[in-house]
Nanobody, 124 residues
Framework: QVQLVDSGGGLVQAGGSLRLSCAVSGRTFGSRAMGWFRQAPGKEREFVAAINWSGEITRYADSVKGRFTISRDNAKNTVYLQMNSVKPEDTAVYYC?????????????????WGQGTQVIVSL
């Protein structure tokens, strides 16, 4: 069983920065692709960013490209989402997720395990 613990959310002003973290249990972290999704009230869960097992390949939603950066530290079993130049429309609950395969994916159904979510609120 894989467990994910999201953290780092909070209230931030538009234009500011925030870094989300996700700690993953188990010995297979280094072989897994990781992803971040978000869900705003009344909306479906949407893809934000993904990273492959080695950290060499990343993929981003168009809405966050150039502002957000996903990274991982395999020695710490942790994945990060650095959020810069945040906008009010980035307000959502952010979820960390993982899959057994090491390749990046962008659909929620591609992932098997999810964190509990961390709330991000961007104010004007």
């Amino acid at each position: 069983q894989v467990q994910l613990v999201d953290s780092g959310g909070g209230l931030v002003q538009a234009g500011g920065s925030l870094r989300l973290s996700c700690a993953v249990s188990g010995r297979t972290f280094g072989s897994r692709a990781m992803g971040w999704f978000r869900q705003a009230p009344g909306k479906e869960r949407e893809f934000v960013a993904a990273i492959n097992w080695s950290g060499e390949i990343t993929r981003y939603a168009d809405s966050v490209k150039g502002r957000f950066t996903i990274s991982r530290d395999n020695a710490k079993n942790t994945v990060y989402l650095q959020m810069n130049s945040v906008k009010p429309e980035d307000t959502a609950v952010y979820y960390c997720t993982t899959r057994s395969l090491g390749l990046v994916a962008t659909r929620p159904n591609d992932y098997a395990y999810w964190g509990q979510g961390t709330q991000v609120i961007v104010s004007l």
